[in-house]
């Protein structure tokens, strides 16, 4: 059985402007205690939750295995400014990143390279959100 979701990711998932039908985009999923929140409230909508280390997107398979089989949630090993979309894969409305130094200030460089992996991975009306507010904060996708 999966962890429950903490006070803290529960209320940044609930801060999150999420439509039945939204295709949303987790950087950084760890066990993916939060995507697996994300899945239940969509519907015809998905989440690819993506992380850097291999042993975080087997624990994000194992413990999501229902919210993957109803086709609301997937998940890939890969780093954040490694990112595309794969062929036929639609683009992102919603990105969200907890505790990702590329995105939050910690790692300005890395995220340097991200962002514009961001820009052509989503639609043109997309919102990208971070922790670090009260509890998300809002980032632009840079669009040229």
């Known amino acids: 059985m999966p962890a429950p979701l903490s006070p803290r990711l529960a209320a940044i998932v609930n801060a ?3 439509q039945p039908h939204s295709r949303v985009l987790e950087i950084g999923c760890g ?3 939060a995507a697996r929140a994300v899945a239940v409230r969509l519907t015809t909508g998905h989440i ?3 992380d850097r280390s291999a042993r975080a ?3 994000a398979e194992a413990g999501a295995a ?13 780093a954040a400014e490694d990112f595309v979309l794969q062929d036929g894969e639609e683009p992102f409305d919603i990105v969200f990143a907890v505790r990702v130094g590329a995105l939050d200030g910690r790692h300005p460089q890395a995220g ?3 962002l514009p992996r961001l ?3 989503t639609r043109a009306d997309a919102r990208l959100f971070v922790d670090g507010g009260d509890p998300l904060r809002e980032l632009p996708i840079p669009r040229s």
């Not at 229902?66 to 890969?78: F, K, L, T």
């Open 119 to 121: 820009a052509v991975a």
């Open 16 to 18: 999150l402007p999420l």
């Open 31 to 33: 066990p993916g205690a």
């Open 112 to 114: 340097q390279r991200v």
């Open 57 to 59: 997107v087997a624990q």
């Open 66 to 78: 229902p919210e993957i089989a109803s086709g609301r949630m997937s998940v890939r090993q890969v």
């Open 48 to 50: 690819l939750a993506i």
